[in-house]
């Protein structure tokens, strides 16, 4: 008979502190009355970091701005994403976006 072998190979995720001050930095100042947004909005944002083989290490969170309801971004908020990564990675060009952050106090 044929024998399937299972081979799982293990992934590390490493996350930088700078990374989650932002995130809470971010957090504090919509739900404490710090931005435009209503205090009850979720805070959304890039994760910037880098992967090396099954390694991924986030390094930084840049916030997002968005609209109260973040379910569609416009032509606007779109462009000012691409810059935002444009302008990170100018100064940082190892740093890719990895993924986003969202933070709220509802489970969407």
Known sequence: GI???????????????????????????????????PSSSPTIGLLFGYQQNLTITIIDAEEVETSANPTTLSDEQTNHIRTKIELHQKVFPTHEVMGWYKVSKSNN
């Open 3 to 37: 024998t399937a072998q299972h081979h799982v190979q293990k992934k590390t995720l490493k996350l930088h502190p700078l990374a989650i001050i932002g995130i809470s930095d971010h957090h504090t100042r919509v739900s404490m009355g710090g931005s435009a947004l």
